[in-house]
């Protein structure tokens, strides 16, 4: 491998300590943080990404509930649920663990959520400011946490062409829009491929940073890449593997090897982008916080 690993791990816990050393800041002026997570059902990825939610809040020194309803629960008890946390003056942040059960209206329920308590950045308030280059938006974590990488590895973004594979409301449109807004970690040309693109490879080899968000295993391969490039890996994938004791192996949306071979940095998968969207929903969190304050 030649390129160098970008470490979500390290720069992640790097966020988090700041957020907890502004946390004690705030906790001076008689202000605790407080992030609610509500998770419908038993999805066990859901509960394992909800656990490490709830623990990163405890050790950044934040107020953190999480509240999780069975299956059986009906789209009108989640949304007095949600009523009810949005009149909680405890509770600054809150977000609903997606995917929710068949059935439930999952637009319905992230409108129901208060703009100004909403960190995941998925309310249409929270999206629509995000487009204008509002700085009080919250920016969604994923994304966010990709900017925060690049900048912080020192990637240069201004002027450079970056093309994202993958146009969803979570990852890819938030990511363009924050790549094109003005300032550190923006200025860039941006790219946005999706399904109906044709000839998607001429158009990924065009990247100066490749962004790969299509939740398809080892999508991108290094014919894909253009040699020097930078790239995110936004998947996770479980694949079958009879070599490993639990029978499967974790991957991402891009042949690692092949492409890191190519590619001037690279993250893994695990430890790439997922460490950065806990720390930046913890930044998110810190700053509805600090934003009530003003309210």
């Known amino acids: 491998m030649t390129a160098k690993l970008l470490d979500g791990k390290a720069l992640g816990l790097a966020i988090r300590q700041e957020v907890a050393a502004d946390v004690a800041r705030l906790a001076k002026a008689g202000i605790k943080p407080g992030l609610a997570v509500v998770l419908v059902g038993e999805d066990p990825a859901s509960q394992v990404y909800v656990r490490s939610k709830g623990k990163a809040c405890e050790e950044a020194g934040m107020h953190s509930v999480t509240i999780r309803?069975?299956?059986?629960?009906?789209?009108?008890?989640?949304?007095?649920?949600?009523?009810?946390?949005?009149?909680?003056?405890?509770?600054?942040?809150?977000?609903?663990?997606?995917?929710?059960?068949?059935?439930?209206?999952?637009?319905?329920?992230?409108?129901?959520i208060d703009p100004r308590?909403?960190?995941?950045?998925?309310?249409?308030?929270?999206?629509?400011?995000?487009?204008?280059?509002?700085?009080?938006a919250f920016r969604p974590a994923t994304p966010y946490g990709i900017q925060q990488m690049l900048i912080r590895s020192g990637i240069e973004t201004s002027g450079a062409h970056a093309v994202i594979v993958g146009r969803s409301n979570?990852?890819?449109?938030?990511?363009?829009?924050?790549?094109?807004?003005?300032g550190p970690g923006?200025?860039?040309?941006?790219?946005?491929c999706h399904s109906r693109s044709r000839d998607l490879p001429s158009l990924t080899r065009q990247a100066d940073i490749l962004i790969v968000?299509?939740?398809?295993?080892e999508f991108c391969t290094a014919d894909?890449?253009?040699?020097?490039?930078?790239?995110?890996?936004?998947?996770?994938?479980?694949?079958d593997d009879p070599s490993r004791?639990?029978?499967?192996r974790l991957c991402g949306d891009v042949?690692?090897?092949?492409?890191?071979?190519?590619a001037s940095a690279i993250t893994p998968v695990p430890g790439g982008v997922g460490p950065m969207t806990i720390a930046m929903l913890l930044k998110n969190t810190l700053q509805a916080a600090e934003l009530s304050r003003t309210a």
């Open 117 to 136: 308590k909403d960190v995941d950045g998925f309310h249409p308030e929270n999206v629509g400011k995000l487009v204008t280059g509002d700085p009080t």
């Open 213 to 217: 968000a299509i939740g398809k295993a």
């Open 186 to 192: 923006g200025n860039a040309t941006v790219t946005v």
């Open 224 to 239: 894909m890449v253009r040699t020097g490039a930078v790239v995110i890996d936004v998947g996770i994938n479980r694949v």
């Open 69 to 112: 309803l069975p299956d059986a629960t009906s789209q009108d008890e989640l949304l007095a649920t949600i009523d009810r946390l949005n009149a909680d003056p405890a509770i600054h942040g809150m977000l609903v663990q997606l995917p929710l059960p068949k059935g439930m209206d999952s637009d319905r329920v992230l409108r129901r």
């Open 255 to 262: 042949a690692f090897e092949e492409v890191a071979a190519v």
């Open 245 to 248: 004791e639990r029978g499967y």
């Open 170 to 182: 979570i990852v890819g449109k938030p990511m363009a829009n924050l790549l094109i807004q003005q």
